[in-house]
């Protein structure tokens, strides 16, 4: 049983435009929330958090928006830029362990 | 302020062997969690080490143990190797204070094992 879910495998976006990133999850116990990038050949790299008590944080081109009562958080990406291109893991914590969902391919087109 | 580094990048075993792989944690960290990543997968959780004692298991067999060092290394062993145990295993390190609180980790570049 998947608890965290990332059901777009991939997404293709223009640079310059908005990346819009998707993440549902089960467990009503989970209270934190972070995004990690990925590049071939490299470790998750962590980009942004965000706790159960806000709905939304921000870290320059990174916004993280959690909707709790959805189970359901977003990661956007403006603007998105080639560098971008990576495969974006969400990840949930209620402390330890995090539980990733499978990631989404991001390719950003020049 | 160093960051979290693995050894060796690459490995190639046979169904049986056994494999140790380490991690160093990142400078100030007392933390260090292993993940098994498999092709398409995300990360999935082995264990964490806290003050060199386990702190924590996902749904692993016993043949997968670790180590924690005094300055906070650590080791993963596999034993009796499985073809499905060929994966990317990631170290990922973190600071947990007295009171617990939020611990963001941060991942190695991973070692990619082959089980042949």
């Known amino acids: 049983d998947q608890q965290v879910k990332q059901n777009s495998p991939s997404l293709s976006v223009q640079e310059g435009r908005i990346s819009i990133l998707n993440c549902d999850y089960t467990?009503?116990?989970?209270?934190?929330f972070l995004w990690y990038k990925k590049y071939p050949a490299e470790g998750p790299t962590f980009l942004i958090s965000?706790?159960?008590?806000?709905d939304k944080n921000e870290d320059g081109r990174f916004t993280v928006f959690l909707n709790k009562s959805a189970k359901h958080l977003s990661l956007h990406i403006v603007p998105s830029q080639p560098g971008d291109s990576a495969v974006y893991f969400c990840?949930?914590?209620?402390?330890?362990?995090?539980?990733f969902g499978k990631g989404t391919r991001l390719s950003v087109i020049a | 302020e160093t960051g979290v580094t693995q050894s060796p990048t690459h490995l190639i075993k046979t169904r049986g062997q056994q494999v140790t792989l380490r991690c160093s944690s990142q400078?100030?960290?007392?933390?260090v969690s292993w993940y098994q990543q498999a092709l398409g997968q995300g990360p999935q959780f082995i264990f964490q080490?806290?003050?060199?004692?386990?702190?924590g298991r996902g749904n692993f067999p016993p043949r997968f143990s670790g180590l924690q060092f005094p300055n906070y290394s650590s080791e993963l062993n596999v034993n009796a190797l499985e073809l499905d145990d060929s994966a990317l295993y990631l170290c990922?390190?973190?600071?947990?204070?007295?009171?617990?609180?939020?611990?963001?980790?941060?991942f190695g570049p991973g070692t990619r094992l082959t089980v042949l």
């Open positions: 990840a949930a914590s209620p402390r330890t362990p995090l539980v």
């Open positions: 080490y806290y003050r060199e004692e386990e702190n």
């Open positions: 467990n009503s116990m989970f209270d934190y």
């Open positions: 965000i706790s159960s008590i806000k």
């Open positions: 400078s100030g960290h007392n933390t």
């Open positions: 990922a390190s973190s600071l947990v204070g007295l009171a617990g609180g939020r611990d963001t980790q941060y």
